[in-house]
């Protein structure tokens, strides 16, 4: 696993970056929307790669109360071997001191809560894919 500021990346892992989540978020789910927003520059991004290429990544948004967990994405024929789990462990664990948040497509809300993330809001439609918000309260240490 990967692990590294926006200053720390190189242009190629930034463009691997930015190409996975684009096949996956705005090919794939059909959501024409800005996936360069601009918040990749203040995100930390982690990730795995498998054959020579990102297989799945995400980003951790730490200039923001509460710091957010975002843009989860596992590459079409690399889902199924847990690379997203190992990934929020990864997160998670990085910022246990903090409370966490992120928005959820609904039908991975279950995924989340396994890491202690919890439903905030009510079901929305972000780009037409329903999404609820989820929080995940800072833990005590043991």
Partial sequence: MQKKTFDELSTKELYE???LRTEVFVVEQDCP???VDGKDVEAVHYWIESDGEIAAA???LVNTSPIAIGRVVTRPGQRGKGYARELMRAAVAD???VD???QAQTYV???YANFGFVRTSDEYL???IPHVDMVREKQAPN
């Fill in 95 to 97: 910022y246990e001191g």
């Fill in 126 to 128: 972000e780009d037409g």
């Fill in 109 to 111: 809300e279950p995924f």
């Fill in 33 to 35: 929307y800005q996936e």
């Fill in 17 to 19: 970056l930015l190409a």
């Fill in 58 to 60: 995400l980003r951790v």
């Fill in 100 to 102: 966490l948040y992120l």
